[in-house]
């Protein structure tokens, strides 16, 4: 396994036009996060997936945000009619949570979308 | 809203020196963990602390916890020029009883200078 992967891992776009952000989680892991990060910020939450249920969404969330799990795999990311303020690095990481002997509770990471609206 | 704060926000220091960095968070806590971050690039997990313990080794790494303070330091040894990054502390709080999300504070940069 090559670990988690997202793309693109550049966007740029203007004001007003839709984006989705696509991420790929290490196969065995259950559990799917999505973090916003901006410039000399640490990662802040935005949503969490156990399997294909998104049990948890950030109120930093507008209803212009919409994240996915389909049948408990990939995840998208889809933020309508952008605005400037969502410039940032969109962070993917997964995790099996934990699980005897197999899981320590860390959080594996992608390389980010990052996302510059014009 | 970030649960810990590391402090320093910004370290400096040459090749063979150390760098502590450390980090206070508000709530009790299921465990403590340490990431770093290359510019640019998604994070790397470091070392976990659970709450009942107080010290952990990984490496040239050396992590402590201190409960009854809300705080933690991460102590690089022997510090290479590869060790360029930012740090953040992520907390997995206690109370409301959610164990899967992780809170991160907003780093400490650590540059070192060969």
């Known amino acids: 396994d090559t670990g988690v992967s997202q793309d693109p891992r550049h966007k740029i776009t203007k004001r007003g036009q839709n984006v989705t952000f696509r991420c790929d989680p290490i196969?065995?892991?259950?559990?799917l996060y999505w973090y916003r990060q901006t410039l000399g910020q640490g990662p802040e939450f935005l949503t969490y997936?156990?399997?294909?249920?998104?049990?948890?969404k950030s109120r930093l969330l507008s209803d212009r945000f919409s994240a996915e799990r389909p049948k408990g795999s990939f995840s998208t990311l889809e933020i309508q009619r952008t605005e400037q303020g969502d410039s940032a690095m969109y962070l993917c990481a997964s995790s099996l949570g934990f699980v005897v002997g197999r899981g320590t509770g860390e959080l594996f990471f992608g390389e980010g979308s990052r996302l510059t609206v014009l | 809203s970030q649960q810990g704060e590391e402090d320093p926000q910004a370290l400096s220091i040459q090749e063979g020196e150390n760098a502590t960095m450390n980090c206070s968070y508000k709530?009790?806590?299921?465990?403590l963990q340490w990431y770093r971050q290359n510019s640019g690039r998604g994070l790397v997990h470091l070392i976990l602390i659970r709450s009942n313990e107080r010290e952990k080794h990984s490496g040239r790494l050396r992590v402590t916890l201190d409960t009854s303070k809300k705080s933690s330091s991460l102590l690089i040894t022997a510090s290479r020029a590869a060790d360029t990054a930012s740090y953040f502390c992520a907390t997995d709080e206690r109370s409301g009883g959610s164990n899967y999300k992780l809170t991160f504070g907003k780093g400490t940069l650590l540059t070192v200078n060969p």
């Open positions: 196969s065995e892991h259950n559990r």
């Open positions: 709530t009790s806590i299921n465990n």
């Open positions: 997936f156990q399997n294909e249920a998104q049990l948890e």
